[in-house]
């Protein structure tokens, strides 16, 4: 007579493989298909109001260049006024370029624009990519800011709020990480991609 396994016990050919991959609970079918693209993204909209600090330094350069009476000196007010221009601009860019990022990934690449503009902009080919994995908190002190970071230790990210992230483990042995909302949906998706064009079958089927 075979034995059965005691109750609640789990069966000998049940699949554990994804006990500790560092996903939240959820997912697809095993044998669900992958559709042809994903498309994620995150928004910190706190970035507009450093945007409005930029903004104003402009302000404040375009005032002083129509309203100031210039008996101080031509060259003192030239660097006043383009020392508030540039200010402005280079806090207006670096904030609106980092209000949003969109992320999409097909069966060849993983894509990443950031702002409005879609600039920077960041293509990863899957090819170089060896694994991808779910990061639930990832705040701008471990990269050191907002915005597209670089650290020679881990690679690079992209951080545009703080909260859960897709990281890429690159053939380099480098990362790319990038803050995306339902960031454990991106992770499913890549590891299926990977798998089927590794073996020919989505991960899991």
Wanted: glycine share 14%; net charge negative; aromatic share 6%.
């Amino acid at each position: 007579m075979r034995d059965h396994p005691p109750e609640g016990a789990a069966a000998p050919d049940q699949d554990d493989s994804t006990v500790g991959d560092g996903l939240p609970p959820g997912g697809g079918g095993a044998h669900a298909e992958l559709p042809e693209v994903w498309h994620g993204g995150a928004t910190n909209r706190v970035q507009w109001l450093l945007a409005g600090v930029g903004a104003a330094c402009m302000a404040l350069g375009v005032e002083l260049a129509v309203d100031s009476s210039w008996t101080s000196g031509l060259a003192p007010l030239v660097m006043s006024v383009v020392g508030c221009v540039a200010a402005g601009l280079l806090v207006l860019f670096g904030t609106i370029a980092f209000v949003h990022v969109a992320v999409r990934v097909d069966e060849d690449a993983l894509e990443v624009r950031c702002g409005h503009i879609g600039v920077p902009r960041r293509r990863i080919p899957l090819d170089d990519v060896v694994g991808a994995d779910y990061a639930p908190q990832v705040t701008p002190r471990h990269w050191g800011g907002w915005g597209y970071r670089w650290r020679p230790e881990q690679g690079t990210a992209v951080v545009v709020r703080r909260g859960e992230a897709l990281v890429l483990q690159l053939h380099d042995g480098r990362t790319f990480t990038v803050t995306v909302d339902n960031a454990e949906a991106a992770v499913r998706y890549i590891r299926g991609r990977l798998s089927v064009r590794r073996n020919g079958t989505p991960a899991g089927a």
